[in-house]
């Protein structure tokens, strides 16, 4: 094997974008499937635990669920995160409309086309990717897993 075919830049070219591919599709799906989670708990809570209303002991209920969950999953889990879910999920009360809007949001964003202005990748997809993968670039192991 010579060394032309491991250096070749072209072939370096496009095994990056076949990577850069992958991992923007795979980002955009952990999107939309956040997405539809952040839902499904606002939904839950609202009707299991608050029962759509704002009772005084919701604050002691949401208090001790964030710190269930955060126990369990780390960090995310707050309070404030789960108010917030609450609330999507009572501006969009209906799973099929977050669904279409997420298809159309995540479908979007994988077929707008880069720009040189942000480096070849869309701010979005970047931040997304930061949030996905930790501080050295390797996705974070997901709970039970060794």
Partial sequence: MSDKAVTDPALVTELSELIDGARQRA??????????LYWRIGHRINRELLKEQRASYGEQV?????KELTKLYGRGWSKRNLANMCQFAQCYPKLEIVQALSAKLHRSAVLQPQTQATGGHRPQARALQSRVQGPDGALPALAGSP
């Avoid at 980002?27 to 539809?36: D, F, I, P």
């Avoid at 949401?62 to 964030?66: R, V």
């Fill in 62 to 66: 949401m208090a001790k669920l964030a």
């Fill in 27 to 36: 980002a955009v799906s952990v999107n939309a499937e956040l997405t539809l």
